[in-house]
C-alpha cells in the first residue's frame, strides 16, 4: 500500500554520531554500525480504532532512529506493515457492524493523517498483512518441510522447541511468557499443542471469516507473528539493524518474529538491536484500543492543537520509559513551542554550532529527547536574554530542531 508523504529533512553541517541504544536481547546499551543503507522494521498498526498518544510516541521514538541514521550520512530502508486482517479488527468489525476492509481502509488512513501531521517520515514499504499473503505461506511451508511447524485440526503451528535459541530476545521465564502469551493473542491452553506457548502460523477458514488461498495449508488467514516475519525478510533480509515496537511486543511477537526467522534461514540474528518503547498509559491504565481509555491524535487536531505541540510533548518523555498522557503534558509543550518560536523568530543570536552538537549526542545517548529538549530551551533562554550579539543563530536551530526533532519551528 502506499505510505504518507515526506516532509524535507534539512541536511546540516558535519556529521552525527553513530546511535547507541537499548537493546532488549542484550539487556543493555549497544552502538549499532549499520552499513551505508541502514534497516529499520516498526511493527505497525491493527486498524480497528483511530491512533492514539501510545501509538504516536512510539512512531516518534523510531523516528528519531531514521533522522539519526540520516544525519549520519545513511540511507534508511524503513519498512513498517499493517495488520489488515486480525481477531481485533474482526471482533470489532463485527460487533459495530461494519465490514472488515472498510474498517481497515478507514483506520489506516487517518493514520497516515496523523502521521503526516506529526511530520513522520513514511517507510519504504508499507505493508498490509492481506497484500503479503502470497509471501507469508511459503514462509509457512518452508518453516513445515523443515519440520519446525505441525497442523492441528487444520490449523498450523510453529514449534518453539525447534528454535534452540527461543528466548534469546525476552529472556523471560516459562511461566511470564506463558501468561504473556495467554494476554497478547495467544492459546497456551488450547489442547493438543506440543508446547503451550506454540504459536499459530495459519488459522484454516472458519464459517464466516475471510480466508485465502494458502497452497498446501489450504484456506485460511496468517498468523500474526509470521506476517511480521515476512514482511521483514522479503525487504530487508536477515540481520536488519532493528526491530522496533512498544514493550508489549517484547513477548510473545518479536520473540516469536526471531524464532521463526532464525529457524527458517539458519542464521542468527534475526535483527541487529530490539529497541522498545514504553508504554503510554491515561487516566492510570495503559492506553490501548480495547480498554478504549485513548487520547486520539486526530481528535486533538480537530481541537486545533497545532500538532508540532502534541510532537513536543511526546518528545518530552523518554521513549523506555512508561508515563502517563494528562492535559498539563499538553499545555506544557503548547507553551515550549510558543518559546522556541518566539526566540528563532529573532533576527539575530548566538550561534547555534554547540547546541547542534548537543542535540546529536543526546539523541545518540539512547534517544535521550529530553535532554534535547532542555538543551534548545537553554538556547532559547539566552536568545531571548542575549539576542543580538551574532548572527546566524535562529536559522541554524530551526534547520536542527526540524532535521533532528521533527519539530517545524
Ligand atoms: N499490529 C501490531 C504490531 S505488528 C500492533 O501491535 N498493533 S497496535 O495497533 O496494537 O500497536 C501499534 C504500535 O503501537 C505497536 O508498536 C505497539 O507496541 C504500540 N503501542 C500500542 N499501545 C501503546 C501504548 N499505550 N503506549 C506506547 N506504545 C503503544
Ligand atoms: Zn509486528
Known amino acids: 500500500m502506499y505510505a504518507w508523504p515526506a516532509?524535507?529533512?534539512?541536511?546540516?553541517?558535519?556529521?552525527?554520531?553513530?546511535?547507541?541504544?537499548?537493546?532488549?536481547?542484550?539487556?543493555?546499551?549497544?552502538?549499532?554500525?549499520?552499513?551505508?543503507?541502514?534497516?529499520?522494521?516498526?511493527?505497525?498498526?491493527?486498524?480497528?480504532?483511530?491512533?492514539?498518544?501510545?501509538?504516536?510516541?512510539?512512531?516518534?521514538?523510531?523516528?528519531?532512529?531514521?533522522?539519526?541514521?540520516?544525519?549520519?550520512?545513511?540511507?534508511?530502508?524503513?519498512?513498517?506493515?499493517?495488520?489488515?486482517?486480525?481477531?481485533?479488527?474482526?471482533?470489532?468489525?463485527?460487533?459495530?457492524?461494519?465490514?472488515?476492509?472498510?474498517?481497515?481502509?478507514?483506520?489506516?488512513?487517518?493514520f497516515r493523517e496523523d502521521m503526516t501531521a506529526l511530520r513522520m517520515l513514511p517507510p519504504e514499504h508499507y505493508v498490509g498483512a492481506v497484500e503479503a499473503i502470497p509471501r507469508i505461506v511459503p514462509v509457512i511451508e518452508r518453516l513445515r518441510a523443515a519440520g519446525a511447524a505441525y497442523g492441528l485440526e487444520g490449523d498450523c503451528y510453529f514449534s518453539v522447541e525447534s528454535d534452540p535459541r527461543f528466548g534469546s530476545v525476552s529472556g523471560f521465564d516459562a511461566a511470564l511468557m506463558r501468561e504473556l502469551s495467554a494476554e497478547r493473542g495467544g492459546d497456551p491452553e488450547r489442547p493438543g499443542k506440543k508446547n503451550a506457548l506454540d504459536p499459530l502460523l495459519w488459522r484454516a477458514a472458519r464459517p464466516g471469516e475471510p480466508s485465502w488461498?494458502?497452497?498446501?495449508?489450504?484456506?485460511?488467514?496468517?498468523?500474526?507473528?509470521?506476517?511480521?516475519?515476512?514482511?521483514?525478510?522479503?525487504?530487508?533480509?536477515?540481520?536488519?539493524?532493528?526491530?522496533?515496537?512498544?514493550?508489549?511486543?517484547?513477548?510473545?511477537?518479536?520473540?516469536?518474529?526471531?524464532?521463526?526467522?532464525?529457524?527458517?534461514?539458519?542464521?542468527?540474528?534475526?535483527?541487529?538491536?530490539?529497541?522498545?518503547?514504553?508504554?503510554?498509559?491515561y487516566q492510570g491504565e495503559k492506553m490501548s484500543k480495547s480498554k478504549g481509555n485513548l487520547v486520539l491524535v486526530s481528535q486533538l487536531r480537530k481541537d486545533g492543537v497545532d500538532p508540532a505541540a502534541i510532537r513536543l510533548a511526546l518528545l518530552g518523555h523518554h521513549y523506555r520509559s512508561d508515563w502517563e498522557w494528562t492535559d498539563a503534558v499538553l499545555d506544557e509543550a503548547v507553551a515550549r513551542l510558543a518559546r522556541w518560536r518566539h526566540a528563532v523568530s529573532r533576527p539575530e543570536g548566538p550561534p547555534a554550532e554547540a547546541l547542534v552538537g548537543e542535540i546529536r549526542a543526546a539523541l545518540a545517548d539512547d534517544l535521550n529527547a529530553p535532554e534535547a529538549l532542555a538543551a534548545v530551551d537553554r538556547w532559547a533562554e539566552t536568545q531571548e536574554r542575549e539576542g543580538g550579539a551574532e548572527t546566524g543563530g535562529p536559522g541554524q536551530v530551526s534547520r536542527a530542531v526540524d532535521a533532528l526533532l521533527g519539530v517545524a519551528l
Open 7 to 110: 516532509s524535507k529533512v534539512p541536511v546540516l553541517p558535519g556529521q552525527g554520531p553513530d546511535l547507541t541504544v537499548h537493546d532488549t536481547a542484550r539487556g543493555r546499551l549497544h552502538t549499532l554500525e549499520p552499513g551505508p543503507v541502514a534497516r529499520l522494521y516498526v511493527c505497525g498498526i491493527t486498524p480497528y480504532d483511530a491512533t492514539h498518544m501510545g501509538h504516536a510516541a512510539t512512531y516518534t521514538a523510531f523516528d528519531l532512529v531514521y533522522r539519526l541514521w540520516l544525519d549520519s550520512g545513511r540511507q534508511v530502508h524503513y519498512v513498517q506493515n499493517v495488520t489488515d486482517v486480525d481477531d481485533p479488527l474482526l471482533e470489532r468489525a463485527a460487533a459495530t457492524g461494519v465490514d472488515w476492509t472498510e474498517l481497515a481502509e478507514r483506520e489506516t488512513a487517518l
Open 213 to 281: 488461498d494458502g497452497g498446501t495449508l489450504g484456506r485460511g488467514r496468517p498468523g500474526w507473528h509470521v506476517e511480521c516475519v515476512a514482511i521483514a525478510l522479503d525487504h530487508l533480509g536477515m540481520g536488519f539493524d532493528i526491530q522496533g515496537g512498544g514493550s508489549d511486543l517484547v513477548f510473545p511477537h518479536h520473540e516469536m518474529g526471531a524464532s521463526h526467522a532464525q529457524v527458517l534461514t539458519g542464521e542468527f540474528p534475526y535483527a541487529q538491536g530490539y529497541v522498545h518503547a514504553g508504554m503510554v498509559g
